[in-house]
C-alpha cells in the first residue's frame, strides 16, 4: 500500500535541502511534518542545516562589513 505522505529518510532530508531553494507545497511540508513524528534523525539534520545556513550568513555579514 502506498501512503501519500510517508516518506523516507532520504526523501525528506531531499525536501528540506529543497526548501533552501524554494518553498516547499504543502503536501510536501505535511509529509515533513509526519515524518519528523516518527524520526529522530531527521529532526537533526533539519537542525544542522538551520545551523549552517545562520553560520553561513554570519560570514557573508562579516565579508561584507570588512569590504566597506
Known amino acids: 500500500m502506498n501512503y501519500p505522505f510517508r516518506r523516507t529518510c532520504r526523501e525528506v532530508a531531499a525536501l528540506i535541502l529543497a526548501r533552501e531553494d524554494r518553498a516547499l507545497e504543502f ?5 515533513v511534518r509526519i515524518h519528523f513524528l516518527v524520526c529522530k534523525a531527521c529532526p537533526r ?3 544542522e542545516v538551520q545551523t549552517m545556513r545562520a553560520a553561513l550568513n ?10 566597506e
Not at 27 to 31: F, G, H, I
Not at 58 to 67: F, H, M, P, S, V
Open 27 to 31: 503536501p510536501e511540508r505535511l509529509a
Open 58 to 67: 554570519g560570514w557573508k555579514n562579516y565579508r561584507n562589513n570588512g569590504d
Open 45 to 47: 539534520f533539519e537542525q
